[in-house]
């Protein structure tokens, strides 16, 4: 019984037809978060956003069946950089709590004073209120959430830390997420100074730390 050949890699050709199918959605993408940030959500057309991303209206809607799909996946893009980021910082530290620490920090020196304009896409109310935009958010902060959790955690398995309670760690998660969300609702985050985002940085996280000191307990 003869074997069967096996696949092809795909052609030079081919390669390059993906790569500029990839490079035309993350512009069409890049052009979005630009636009949706400058000009809010409403304001922003669909032909504003190809002619800044080079390509034409027929190109976006191939990608994307309306701007409402659009704006989600710019979210979508945005949560997956954020959580990026943290993951970096955390893994630089020995320390499970130096890592948050370090982590929470990453997010307003890497993200609110270099990106602000993702920190109003994930903030302002202003910008949609669509339900399928809401629920993208709620996603975005149960996953920050559970990366949250998951530190705590594994720092629980790896390190011999104990908690006051099988659920700390989860309160802890939470309570962090929640933090972080009403910080760029009260303060506008992506207006402030990045040395008033700094400060704002350090408090937070020194508060943050102190919180998870208090529910973890020496384990004797």
């Known amino acids: 019984m003869s074997k069967s050949l096996p696949k092809r890699n795909l052609s030079g050709s081919s390669r390059r037809r993906q790569r500029e199918k990839m490079l035309r959605r993350e512009a069409i993408l890049r052009a979005a978060e630009l636009l949706f940030a400058q000009n809010g959500y409403r ?7 190809a002619d800044i991303a080079e390509v034409s209206v027929g190109a976006v809607y191939a990608y994307f069946k309306n701007k409402e799909e659009l704006l989600v996946q710019v979210l979508d893009d945005i949560g997956l950089y954020v959580r990026k980021i943290a993951a970096e910082a955390f893994g630089e530290v020995g320390s499970t709590l130096g890592g948050i620490e370090k982590a929470g920090l990453a997010f307003f020196e890497k993200i609110c004073v270099k990106h602000p304009e993702k920190v109003l896409l994930l903030y302002d109310e202003a910008i949609g209120l669509s339900s399928q935009f809401l629920t993208a958010r709620r996603n975005f902060m149960i996953k920050m959430t559970a990366d949250v959790k998951h530190a705590l955690v594994q720092a629980k398995k790896d390190l011999g830390m104990a908690y006051a309670s099988d659920i700390s760690p989860e309160v ?7 933090i972080f969300v009403w910080l ?3 303060y506008r985050l992506w207006n402030k100074k990045p040395e008033d ?10 508060y943050i730390a102190g919180g998870i000191k208090n529910l973890t307990v020496d384990k004797k």
């Open 184 to 186: 760029g609702h009260y």
């Open 172 to 178: 802890m998660a939470v309570c962090t997420t929640a």
């Open 43 to 49: 304001k922003t057309r669909i032909e504003d956003i």
């Open 197 to 206: 985002i700094m400060s704002i940085g350090q408090e937070t996280m020194a």
